[in-house]
């Protein structure tokens, strides 16, 4: 099982910058993806961003394409998110989470089997 922990987040006001990072404990694969996640008070939680630990794949939600960003480093086991041009909009609690599997169906959060604490994100207008 990999432990996954969040930092980073905190409060900005719109068009400001953060990064998060995801530091995961335990042995990582290259068939291992992280992905990112953020659920807002009241609503579902929605995907963000993926990885193939690899590097081989990525994936960005629309609502985000072009403002963020997801990256990792292998030998620091860390997996960051860039996040640029900040909306009010993109006020929510930012999950990261990873699944094991050859099966590249990064969207679906049933699939994750670990999960971190979370970390709050919040943009000022």
């Known amino acids: 099982q990999v432990q996954l922990v969040e930092s980073g987040g905190g409060l900005v006001q719109a068009g400001g910058s953060l990064r998060l990072s995801c530091a995961a404990s335990?042995?990582?694969?290259?068939?291992?993806?992280m992905g990112w996640f953020r659920q807002a008070p009241g609503k579902e939680r929605e995907f963000v961003a993926a990885i193939r630990w690899s590097g081989s794949s990525t994936s960005t939600a629309e609502s985000v394409k072009g403002r963020f960003t997801i990256s990792r480093d292998n030998a620091k086991n860390t997996v960051y998110l860039q996040m640029n041009s900040l909306k009010p909009e993109d006020t929510a609690v930012y999950y990261c989470?990873?699944?094991?599997?050859?099966?590249?169906?990064?969207?679906?959060?049933?699939?994750?089997?670990?999960w971190g604490q979370g970390t709050q994100v919040t943009v000022s207008s």
């Open positions: 989470a990873v699944y094991r599997g050859t099966i590249w169906f990064p969207t679906l959060s049933s699939r994750y089997n670990s």
């Open positions: 335990g042995r990582t694969f290259n068939s291992d993806t």
